[in-house]
């Protein structure tokens, strides 16, 4: 029985990680790529950014043509974190982030899997307190055949490495 209690409970913690619970920071939208669309390749980039924090930015990308779908660097996203004081450019690492996860859902949708998830974590040291701020940077998508769908970009804070350096 403890063992079975054991079990369950790593399951609903694990199944709670991947929980879509939280709104997302910012959605990616792909359509009308056509012939185009197995290569990634959009004509009308429209990037929306977040005015209010509550609604999430959107990214539409859409029609044939020769540019990637990715999100600009010179952008503010809406996290509640405070202005680092150290020099360090926190908004072009969530985007970097961001980028790199739609680099991924891409491959893996080329390569045949049109429906999953991926995450990369960012460290910045924290200037007021002298710690490290720890942010994980989660995206899933769900594209069609053509690789045209969704991609929701959710950032969630954590202080796993909440301690001094």
Same mark, same amino acid.
């Given at each position: 029985?403890?063992?079975?209690?054991?079990?369950?409970? /790593?399951?609903?913690?694990?199944?709670? !990680? &991947?929980?879509?619970?939280?709104?997302? =920071? !910012?959605?990616?939208?792909?359509?009308?790529?056509? &012939?185009?669309?197995?290569?990634?390749? &959009?004509?009308?980039?429209?990037?929306?950014?977040?005015?209010? *924090?509550?609604?999430?930015?959107? @990214?539409?990308?859409?029609?044939?043509? +020769?540019?990637?779908?990715? !999100?600009?660097?010179?952008?503010? +996203?809406? /996290?509640?974190?405070? /202005?680092?004081?150290?020099?360090?450019? +926190?908004?072009?690492? =969530?985007?970097?982030?961001?980028?790199?996860? $739609?680099?991924?859902?891409?491959?893996?949708?080329?390569?045949?899997?049109?429906?999953?998830?991926?995450?990369?974590? $960012?460290? !910045?040291?924290?200037?007021?307190?002298? *710690?490290?701020?720890?942010? +994980?940077?989660?995206?899933?998508?769900? &594209?069609?055949?053509?690789?045209? *769908?969704?991609?929701?970009?959710? =950032?969630?804070?954590?202080?796993? @490495?909440?301690?001094?350096?």
């Amino acid at each position: 029985m403890k063992k079975l209690l054991l079990i369950l409970s /790593v399951c609903l913690m694990g199944l709670s !990680v &991947y929980a879509e619970g939280d709104k997302p =920071i !910012v959605i990616v939208h792909k359509s009308n790529g056509g &012939y185009w669309a197995w290569l990634n390749l &959009y004509n009308d980039i429209m990037y929306i950014p977040s005015e209010d *924090g509550i609604q999430p930015a959107m @990214l539409e990308c859409t029609g044939a043509g +020769f540019s990637s779908c990715r !999100v600009p660097r010179q952008n503010s +996203f809406m /996290v509640n974190n405070p /202005v680092h004081q150290n020099g360090i450019n +926190f908004d072009s690492m =969530i985007a970097d982030a961001i980028n790199e996860i $739609i680099a991924k859902s891409e491959e893996n949708g080329q390569r045949g899997t049109l429906q999953g998830s991926t995450s990369k974590k $960012i460290a !910045v040291r924290n200037a007021t307190r002298g *710690g490290v701020d720890t942010y +994980f940077i989660q995206g899933s998508w769900k &594209y069609n055949a053509y690789g045209e *769908g969704y991609l929701k970009i959710y =950032i969630n804070r954590s202080d796993i @490495l909440d301690h001094r350096i």
